[in-house]
């Protein structure tokens, strides 16, 4: 089994940032894929970003260029830096972990709210 602990959500005005840490534990993987799926209210969750063993990342487009995702293979922990946070933005922030073979875990969810 794979726990995943989220933290860092929370509330920032436009033009702000947040970083979004979502730490694995358990029986964890070396080979995985790990990511940030969100969902805003009325929308079906959306990939933001994800973070391959190896380290290729991928972005939603509206989001290339504002988040970064990154990790710590030593922390099995990864990370999302969010800047230029627009309204938009306010979503139900998912971390996945993504085995490569086995089960696809999901962590509770964080809270990002953009407003002023």
């Known amino acids: 089994q794979v726990q995943l602990a989220e933290s860092g959500g929370g509330l920032v005005q436009p033009g702000g940032s947040l970083r979004l840490s979502c730490a694995a534990s358990?029986?964890?993987?070396?080979?995985?894929?790990m990511g940030w799926y969100r969902q805003a209210p009325g929308k079906q969750r959306e990939l933001a970003a994800s973070?391959?063993?190896?380290?290729?990342?991928s972005y939603a487009d509206s989001l290339k260029g504002r988040f970064t995702i990154s990790r710590d293979n030593a922390k099995n922990t990864v990370y999302l830096q969010m800047n230029s946070l627009k309204p938009e933005d306010t979503a139900v922030y998912y971390c996945?972990?993504?085995?490569?073979?086995?089960?696809?875990?999901w962590g509770q969810g964080t809270q990002v709210t953009v407003s002023s």
């Open positions: 358990g029986s964890t993987s070396s080979l995985y894929t």
């Open positions: 973070i391959t063993s190896n380290g290729i990342t």
């Open positions: 996945n972990f993504r085995p490569i073979l086995g089960n696809i875990y």
